[in-house]
């Protein structure tokens, strides 16, 4: 389970991506928090947190950048983008000028960049690890983001709590700070290849000089011609929008006008969530070699919807905290397997590309946050969840009958 820290690369990424995770927990829960308070709109709530995710539309030209100079070199420059701003907005918090319209301007700017950083981290893996580990370090590195959440949620919630949000930011810029100098200590080995079995015979040539819009356009051609691909993003956009925004953004609005708990019981529900992503992650280093990725990715779907439409039923913060639990174990047997299907069976020269496509699938979170505010706001938190879970439960259903070749038989490609 530990093999893939034999990989010098792999011993530098781990904890820089846990410092960059843990900050964006921390911002995330801070700013949530202020923006709730300061306002006191769910709606405003959900445009905040949709604000993280606004760079989706530009993951995929990240994804090329990612292919030409190294996805090394990019991930150093995000992460310097994360630190400048986190540096700004402790600067406006310390001078009292922090208010909700610098809060959204800020949010917007690392939201451009941010969206594409779990894309370009996970390529990077795939470049440094062999196949063979590539499921088990691919759970490991997932560690570094959900044990993050349960780390910054409570950190970040007890800081705000005890000394404000001005010290709570210094939290944050700390961990830029760690995550970016860390972050130069990694290297690529050599990329790895990808199986013949999913790679079409023209998957586009590395060699060349082309212009970033014909590399682009080599990776959709790639990504339609392959069915698993395709179910792939098509899942990613499925759970982006009718699953994740009940434990991302509206997670604040459930713990205080549900739960009428403060940001300390919002930090145990946070880290619930995560904690049961983590038990996903180290289950699935344990089971490498012996699950089907698109098989696990099919029945914890399925089973993530249901757990959607229980936290809509729960009312109190104890039944609720053991939905969340499961429903963060749900996560990760879906997801993890679902990256290990995009990245294992991709051509290396594209990897960047393709994760970048991937990447898009999250523009369906803030479509979900947009359509819940008002929806929430007319019928309430239990409807809006049977409606979400709903609408997942039939679209998941449908997809599987339209790639059940591709996914369900444990001998086709995507369950090797």
């Known amino acids: 389970m530990l093999a893939p820290f034999g990989v010098r690369s792999f011993r530098y990424q781990w904890p820089a991506d846990l410092a960059t995770s843990c900050a964006f927990e921390m911002e995330t829960l801070a700013l949530g928090w202020f923006i709730l308070v300061e306002t006191g709109s769910v709606l405003l709530l959900t445009l905040f947190a949709s604000l993280q995710y606004i760079g989706t539309l530009f993951a995929p030209m990240m994804g090329v950048i990612g292919d030409r100079i190294s996805h090394r070199r990019l991930l150093c420059a995000m992460r310097a983008i994360y630190l400048a701003l986190a540096m700004l907005l402790c600067a406006l918090a310390f001078a009292d000028l922090l208010g909700p319209a610098q809060a959204f301007a800020v949010a917007a700017l690392a939201g451009l960049v941010r969206a594409s950083d779990f894309g370009v981290r996970n390529v990077l893996i795939s470049e440094t690890i062999p196949p063979d580990r590539l499921l088990g370090a691919l759970g490991l590195s997932r560690i570094t983001a959900d044990g993050a959440r349960a780390i910054g949620a409570l950190a970040g919630a007890g800081t705000v709590a005890a000394l404000g949000l001005s010290w709570a930011y210094v939290l944050v810029v700390g961990c830029y700070a ?35 819009w014909s590399d682009l356009g080599t990776a959709v051609r790639l990504v339609w011609a392959m069915p698993p691909q395709r179910a792939v993003m098509s899942f990613a956009f499925l759970v982006n929008l009718a699953t994740y925004p009940f434990i ?149 259903l449908a997809m599987l009958l339209l790639w059940r070749a591709h996914l369900w038989p444990a001998d086709a490609a995507s369950n090797r």
């Open 178 to 212: 760690a995550s970016f100098v860390l972050t130069f200590g990694t290297g690529e080995r050599g990329v790895v290849a990808a199986p013949r079995a999913m790679t079409p015979a023209h998957g586009g040539d590395p060699g060349g000089r082309r212009s970033p």
């Open 248 to 396: 991302l953004g509206l997670l604040p609005y459930l713990a205080r006008e549900v739960y009428g708990v403060d940001q300390t019981g919002l930090g145990y529900m946070v880290a619930t969530t995560a904690l049961g992503c983590v038990a996903a992650s180290i289950l699935l280093g344990r089971l490498e070699g012996r699950l089907l990725p698109a098989r696990s990715m099919l029945v914890f779907c399925i089973v993530w919807q249901v757990l959607t439409i229980a936290l809509g039923m729960t009312q109190s913060l104890g039944i609720g905290l053991v939905v969340l639990a499961m429903t963060g174990l749900a996560q990760g047997l879906c997801m993890v397997p679902m990256t290990v299907i995009q990245l294992r069976n991709a051509p290396a020269h594209l990897r960047g590309r393709i994760a970048g496509l991937r990447t898009l699938a999250v523009y369906g979170l803030p479509l979900g946050l947009w359509l819940s505010g008002p929806l929430i706001e007319r019928t309430g938190f239990t409807v809006a969840t049977l409606v979400y879970g709903g609408v997942g439960l039939v679209a998941t």
